[in-house]
């Protein structure tokens, strides 16, 4: 990237729309902007229509007019609001280069707004996490970026050791003089408070990483626990063969699902008996894909069909229990118990009087449980989800349910989210503290200010006010053009 020549760009999605925007920015913008019939000494707002005129066209548009130092890259800026034709927009944009501008390269209108001081890095990154968010997590998380407070989160922290650093170097001037500005125990709990709030940062923040990774969610249960037509019924599409035949599923099958606030990999595999006979060869290699795949997940939910109450053991917790089936299950008759609840026997069997723990000796015409008793109230208690996969009763409150288990419970307060280069950055400052601490035993101011400074510049390095150009170029070289 090189400073000091004026670019341009297309700064939004290409395609037909209402409006496209061109953006342009240096120190010929207004010229050029007056070349092509845009009155910039009018006098008003800085947003107002106007027609451009360039290859022999006349092309209504809406004009964004920002004077330096007052504008997102601290230069003369201008967008133009063009109507939606592609071929027209990339016309303007030859044009604008034509007429002595330069395409923009990934990130560079960002670039100008760090170089120029308008943003720190952090804002920067933000940015371009901004663009890149694919959830609601993310896209608050990038907005506490872009809003710069991380920025603040830092501020307190090197204000207090840049203080200390300032203390502990004027004592070394005034060594000869036996004089003392700060003793070993001012230092300590200086340093030691500062290092406490940088261990609360990262454990207050999320990582962008895992923000940006989709939870592996598996459904496990017994054979004909309905694991395939709940995959479909959530991913909204006929993933998965479904059949009253049990063991219809013999490989690891898998979808991305939309949630409320992001994705997740559903991933649906072989049911596992609860006493498996190991005689198969075929089946005894499901039960160990879909065993790995357990064990894989991020999250495990138990399948169970609700006309069977009987539920196979797992090698690990899982994160929700799911009762599928429930259209399978007719009211009970007046006076039972669940009245009204649409809790009771399975179609085609009459609910008796008898006890509610009562056995059915009828068996279910699909295979099922030969007891029914009335126990949705305790499902609900325990916390499980009473579904029908086939009806999409209780599909809203599923999904409600995984997005709260997948993201967290919602919080009036977005996370700050750290990538990694911010937290070797602060880890790499602790790691200073930490040493200097060590060294308290028997100071040195020399190595105390050593220590101090390495873990400054370590702070600093996270806004930007110590960075290499190489890594500069990294981190703008993600961004899209126009941006």
């Not at 429930?326 to 649409?342: A, C, H, N, Q, V």
Request: net charge negative; charged share 25%.
């Amino acid at each position: 990237m090189t400073s000091g020549d004026t670019i341009a760009a297309i700064s939004s999605a290409v395609g037909p729309a209402a409006r496209i925007i061109v953006r342009l920015s240096g120190p010929d913008a207004l010229r050029l902007a007056c070349e092509l019939g845009i009155p910039t000494d009018r006098q008003g707002g800085s947003a107002f229509r106007c027609n451009l005129s360039f290859l022999d066209l006349t092309v209504p548009s809406w004009i964004y007019l920002f004077r330096a130092p007052r504008s997102y890259t601290g230069e003369d800026l201008i967008e133009f609001h063009l109507p939606g034709s592609p071929v027209l927009v990339k016309m303007l944009l030859e044009e604008l280069i034509r007429r002595g501008a330069r395409g923009a390269e990934p990130g560079e209108f960002t670039a100008r707004a760090y170089f120029n001081g308008r943003i720190d890095l952090t804002a920067a990154e933000g940015v371009a996490a901004t663009i890149a968010a694919g959830s609601e997590q993310e896209l608050s998380a990038a907005r506490q970026l872009l809003g710069g407070e991380l920025a603040r989160r830092l501020a307190p922290v090197m204000n207090l050791l840049a203080d200390t650093l300032a203390l502990v170097e004027v004592g070394i001037d005034f060594t000869e003089e036996d004089v003392t500005f700060l003793s070993a125990n001012d230092i300590r709990d200086r340093v030691t408070q500062s290092d406490a709030a940088l261990a609360t940062l990262l454990s207050e923040s999320a990582r962008f990483e895992r923000l940006a990774h989709e939870p592996r969610v598996v459904l496990v249960g017994r054979p004909n626990a309905g694991k395939s037509t709940l995959l479909n019924a959530l991913a909204g599409r006929e993933r998965a063969v479904v059949s009253d035949v049990a063991g219809t599923t013999r490989d690891v099958l898998s979808a991305e699902v939309a949630l409320p606030r992001g994705m997740i990999h559903l991933i649906d595999v072989a049911g596992i008996d609860a006493e498996p006979s190991g005689a198969n060869e075929i089946e005894a290699k499901m039960r160990e894909h879909a065993l790995r795949a357990l064990e894989a997940a991020d999250l495990v939910v138990l399948v169970v069909d609700a006309t069977v109450q009987s539920i196979v053991e797992l090698s690990r917790e899982p994160a929700l229990t799911v009762r599928t089936k429930i259209d399978l299950l007719s009211p009970p008759s007046p006076g039972t118990p669940g009245e009204g609840r649409g809790e009771g026997f399975p179609r085609g069997h009459a609910a008796s009087n008898q006890n509610t723990d009562s056995v059915n000796p009828h068996p279910h015409p699909l295979g099922g449980s030969r007891q029914f008793p009335s126990l949705f109230p305790e499902y609900r208690a325990r916390g499980e989800i009473l579904v029908s996969a086939r009806t999409g009763k209780g599909l809203d409150g599923l999904r409600s349910r995984l997005d709260e288990i997948c993201f967290g419970e919602r919080a009036s307060g977005a996370t700050l989210a750290l990538n990694i280069r911010h937290v070797r950055a602060i880890e790499e400052a602790r790691a200073s503290l930490r040493r200097l601490l060590e060294g308290l035993d028997h100071p040195s101011l020399e190595l105390l200010a050593v220590e101090l400074r390495e873990a400054l510049d370590a702070l600093g390095g996270i806004l930007g006010r110590l960075t290499p150009d190489d890594l500069l170029g990294r981190i703008f070289a993600g961004f899209c053009i126009g941006k």
